[in-house]
């Protein structure tokens, strides 16, 4: 079975302080993995894809196949990445499975 | 380019009436789906198109169905709606069923 597993549902750090979401997965294949962000009053975007393997805001994912891991981090956070954050996860079967979402508070 | 539109906004029932939730996208994508969304379970997948024709249930389909006449457009009907249903509904398309979604708004619907 997929699942992707997000063990924080909130998160607050100071600003310029590192952040780490995480994101752990349980997937039998070779999944393509991502990061969606729903900041305050808009739609859910993406934010980065692991085959991408680019920074996007300063934000970084390094898949872990060991660990099952794909943890998003960023070295210093500002008050702008508050937000909503979801792992997610696509594989065989042509389905999308998301975590549960960490919600991102920044504090100035 | 619009991208993915969603309508309407908002939405309360009454508890045993259906409605049509619309969802279209100016992308050409073959792949569309529809979530909701509750607090604590993230998005959980409702049912999904790979192109038209062709439909397919996701995680929780009970309740819920969809067509896929044409490319652009993938609504979701609720046939009787429920109390359970109170969510928040989000439509997504993408290039391909591994490529980034492109979200829509999201449909804030309440059952009373």
């Known amino acids: 079975a997929q699942r992707v597993t997000q063990p924080e549902k909130l998160l607050s750090v100071f600003k310029g302080a590192p952040v780490e979401l995480k994101c752990n997965y349980s997937?039998?294949?070779?999944?393509?993995l991502f990061w969606y962000v729903q900041y305050s009053r808009q739609r859910l975007q993406l934010l980065l894809r692991h085959i991408s393997r680019e920074s996007i805001k300063g934000f970084t994912a390094d898949l872990n196949k060991g660990e099952t891991s794909f943890h998003l981090k960023k070295p210093f956070a500002q008050e702008e990445d508050s937000a909503m954050y979801y792992c997610a996860l696509s594989g065989f079967g042509n389905q999308f499975y998301f975590g549960t979402g960490t919600s991102l508070t920044v504090i100035p | 380019n619009a991208g993915v539109t969603q309508t309407p906004k908002f939405q309360v029932l009454k508890t045993g009436q259906s409605m049509t939730l619309q969802c279209a996208q100016d992308?050409?994508?073959?792949?569309m789906s529809w979530y909701r969304q509750d607090p604590g379970m993230g998005l959980r997948l409702i049912h999904y198109s790979v192109g038209a024709g062709i439909t397919d249930q996701g995680e929780v389909p009970n309740g819920y169905n969809v067509s896929r006449s044409t490319t652009e457009d993938f609504p979701l009907r609720l046939l009787s709606a429920a109390p359970s249903q109170t969510s928040v509904y989000f439509c997504a398309s993408s290039y391909s069923h591994n490529s980034p979604l492109h979200f829509g708004n999201g449909t804030r619907l309440t059952v009373t």
């Open positions: 992308m050409n994508h073959e792949y």
């Open positions: 997937y039998s294949g070779s999944p393509e």
